[in-house]
């Protein structure tokens, strides 16, 4: 690990994994994991896609645009009145079976075993859990399974509201429940190689604390597992920016880019192209692709053509 600013080279216990029927070498690439809600009142697009059709149309759209993940989620992280099982369940399992097969990993969003169990069934690949394994069970339905799982970090209980949240050292707590709850993952059935962490931007974290866990994002990767950065349109961008939710693209770039320098391997994004763009860019600079093709100064003459 370098300085505090500089490129993090991460520390993977298993770096390569085999998601959704393909090895993917997380050393070497970066993957865009686009968001897609079955909600009426998400984060961001404030139920754009809460229809069945407008879910699997914008899945497909993000696949055609690159993103290598989906995250389908029938419930929003924040406060509210719970959503029956039954009612998540018919949310995502259409939008998964929609999109099995369609070339990108399916992820769904949620904290419920049964949810998961459906989920696998109709052909999810990941499961993304925002609670940090609130319910063991989840675990041990992941682990009954070939799928991937998301350990998030969070405090609050399930779609409860979690006032003025304190840290003595931010970063370190997350770290510290991160390791406890992958313990407990495992002890219920998740190989390590399955594992995936998210910090969690913004989930019970105030600005502060997310511009810190972004900055100190490299200290993370001695976890040994790939990271998502989730920072996509987030409320901590729009308050370093004084921006409202469409005004943060620019912003979300810049954070997303810094935490890839920093060891991210995942970005969980709303704006598909520029994200996928981002990345890409960040591979070809890295040397982990070529370009998509040569012309500039490859030329003998002004009007030859290449």
Not at 3 to 30: C, K, Q, T, Y
Not at 148 to 161: C, F, G, K, N, Y
Not at 250 to 270: E, K, P
Not at 290 to 306: I, Q, S, Y
Request: net charge negative; proline share 6%; with cysteine.
């Amino acid at each position: 690990m370098s300085g505090p600013l500089g490129w993090v080279e991460p520390e993977f216990a298993h770096p390569v994994r085999r998601i959704a029927g393909r090895a993917v070498d997380f050393r070497r690439s970066i993957a865009v994991m686009a968001v897609v809600n079955r909600t009426p009142d998400s984060f961001y697009d404030r139920g754009a896609t809460f229809g069945l059709d407008a879910a699997v149309a914008a899945g497909r759209r993000a696949i055609e645009q690159g993103a290598a993940w989906i995250d389908i989620g029938g419930a929003k992280f924040g406060p509210g009145p719970a959503i029956p099982v039954a009612d998540e369940i018919d949310r995502v399992v259409p939008v998964v079976a929609a999109l099995a097969g369609a070339g990108a990993a399916l992820s769904v969003d949620t904290f419920h075993a049964e949810v998961a169990a459906a989920a696998i069934a109709a052909g999810a690949d990941v499961i993304n859990d925002t609670t940090g394994v609130h319910d063991p069970a989840l675990a041990e339905v992941v682990g009954a399974s070939d799928a991937t799982l998301v350990i998030t970090h969070s405090r609050a209980e399930p779609r409860r509201w979690f006032p003025r949240p304190q840290y003595d050292d931010v970063v370190s707590e997350i770290a510290a429940f991160l390791e406890e709850r992958t313990a407990l993952a495992v002890a219920h059935g998740v190989p390590e190689e399955r594992i995936v962490l998210d910090p969690g931007h913004d989930l019970n974290k105030n600005t502060l604390h997310s511009l810190e866990l972004t900055r100190r994002f490299g200290e993370l990767t001695r976890l040994g597992f790939p990271l998502v950065a989730a920072v996509s349109n987030k409320d901590f961008i729009g308050e370093a920016l004084d921006r409202p939710r469409e005004g943060r693209l620019a912003g979300s770039l810049a954070a997303a880019v810094f935490c890839v320098a920093q060891g991210a391997r995942i970005l969980r994004m709303h704006n598909v192209v520029e994200s996928v763009d981002a990345a890409r860019t960040v591979e070809a600079i890295l040397g982990w692709r070529e370009p998509a093709f040569l012309r500039h100064n490859m030329v003998d003459g002004p009007n030859e053509e290449p």
